[in-house]
């Protein structure tokens, strides 16, 4: 069973940034790969990011295209942690951010589909103002 907590929601201007930061309890963290995803009001949830598990030393990553040059997915695996660096927000950005952890799998390094993940947290609230 794999725990996961996310922190580093808030409020702030478009243009600002923000970083999340997801914390994994258990001893296998380094083995799965990583996703962040969101929910708009009234919008079913999305993919925004995701990292595999290291590959030799190689970490591969993806990104939604409407995030992609703005926003960094990074791991700690010595801290159990997984965070979102989200630059250049824009209002559209506003949504409950998911992280989510995908376990082992012999068919892929990381996953863009929601129903791959075997574990969510509890979600954090970004709120961007115009």
């Known amino acids: 069973q794999v725990q996961l907590v996310e922190s580093g929601g808030g409020l702030v201007q478009a243009g600002g940034s923000l970083r999340l930061s997801c914390t994994a309890s258990g001893r296998t963290f380094s083995s799965f790969a990583m996703g962040w995803f969101r929910q708009a009001p009234g919008k079913e949830r999305e993919f925004v990011a995701t990292?595999?598990?290291?590959?030799?030393?190689?970490?591969?990553?993806d990104y939604a295209d409407s995030v992609k040059g703005r926003f960094t997915i990074s791991r700690d695996n010595a801290k159990n942690t997984v965070s979102l660096q989200m630059n250049n927000l824009k209002p559209e950005d506003t949504a409950v951010y998911y992280c989510a952890a995908d376990r082992p799998s012999q068919d892929r390094l990381y996953s863009t589909r929601q129903a791959d993940y075997d574990y969510w947290g509890q979600g954090t609230q970004v709120t961007v103002s115009s």
């Open positions: 990292i595999s598990a290291p590959v030799v030393v190689t970490y591969y990553a």
